[in-house]
């Protein structure tokens, strides 16, 4: 590079205790890291914010590593190649990695993955075409197994794992059920998703509602959320229920261990409860992301995008996950690509 490009980090400066807050981060500038040979530099275009990064804020143990203290946070990212010393990456193609929260990221050419912008929109391949989209897809079929006829309740349905869900059941013949936390993400999911019920977890006789939607009881039940809404579909399983249990946003900042034992319905109910992670499936993603593409090109899959604009706003939109202002996938647009 003829002159030094300037770089603007996010870092992680003190692990959060209970909510998150902008004091637990710590934007930095510097110059952007010159490529060596097989390096690449990745100019940010769309930087995704997801409810799993809590979790590495924290030190406990878990199915990854925890974020370092005064280290740049990381996630996944769609950019543009600005410079390249790799043979298989040359300015202006498009790529996505998990990347630092950076305006321009110096990588190995082998860490990110080429991607074409004309099978669908860049900010797709962090949503349904992405982790999102494929932690529904395989959560929901390899654990859940639905059958057409059965009844697959989704809780926090107007994300961005549980709108491909609630969808993907409906392409699978099942009666789908989707619980949110407002009357307009239920009217959505409804109207434009074509779910056959919507529930709103906030409403004072939740418990009614929500067997009153289930008449058959539920036999598959996607966890994002956890806590009182997962409480409440336990108490509707049937016999040999599936329940793939993705999140527990609701206590991703609680400083207790609260909630009731949920071991004896499971029993009762011969039901199976499996946590699982997309780096699970690390080596069946193409196939996933083939099928998704497929349903997307038919028109069988929608998605919505919440879109903050901004480098400055990545903290706010991150803390707005554990607000449930968003509607589907969570984003930050931090440029847009020059080629």
Request: with cysteine; glycine share 12%; hydrophobic share 40%.
């Amino acid at each position: 590079m003829v002159q030094p490009l300037m770089n603007r980090s996010i870092l992680l400066q003190s692990r959060p205790v209970g909510m998150p807050g902008p004091e637990n981060f710590e934007f930095r500038e510097g110059n952007v890291q010159e490529p060596q040979e097989g390096q690449a530099v990745i100019r940010t275009l769309y930087l995704s914010v997801d409810p799993y990064m809590r979790g590495r804020m924290s030190d406990a143990k878990s199915y990854v590593e925890p974020f370092k203290l005064n280290e740049v946070i990381s996630g996944g990212i769609v950019g543009e190649v600005v410079e390249s010393k790799s043979g298989d990456l040359q300015p202006g193609d498009k790529v996505i990695g998990m990347l630092g929260w950076r305006l321009y990221n110096t990588v190995d050419a082998g860490s990110v993955r080429k991607l074409d912008p004309s099978i669908a929109p860049l900010s797709a391949y962090l949503s349904v075409l992405g982790l999102t989209g494929l932690t529904a897809y395989f959560g929901l079929l390899d654990i859940g197994k639905p059958k057409a006829g059965e009844t697959v309740v989704v809780s926090g349905a107007a994300g961005s794992v549980g709108m491909f869900v609630g969808q993907i059941a409906k392409i699978q013949g099942t009666r789908v059920v989707g619980i949110a936390g407002t009357d307009e993400k239920c009217e959505y999911l409804t109207r434009e998703l074509g779910f056959d019920a919507a529930v709103n977890y906030k409403a004072d006789n939740f418990q009614e509602e929500l067997a009153a939607a289930c008449p058959n009881g539920v036999d598959v039940y996607f966890d994002n959320v956890g806590g009182s809404v997962s409480d409440a579909v336990m108490n509707l399983l049937n016999d040999y229920a599936r329940i793939p249990l993705c999140g527990a946003i609701s206590s991703y900042n609680s400083t207790e261990d609260v909630g009731p034992r949920i071991l004896s319905k499971l029993i009762k109910t011969r039901s199976m409860i499996k946590g699982f992670v997309l780096s699970d499936y690390a080596s069946r993603q193409a196939e996933g992301m083939q099928q998704l593409g497929q349903w997307l090109a038919e028109g069988k899959l929608k998605y919505e995008e919440t879109i903050v604009e901004g480098f400055d706003h990545v903290v706010d939109a991150f803390l707005q996950l554990f607000q449930g202002t968003n509607l589907g996938k969570m984003l930050v647009k931090v440029s847009d690509p020059q080629a």
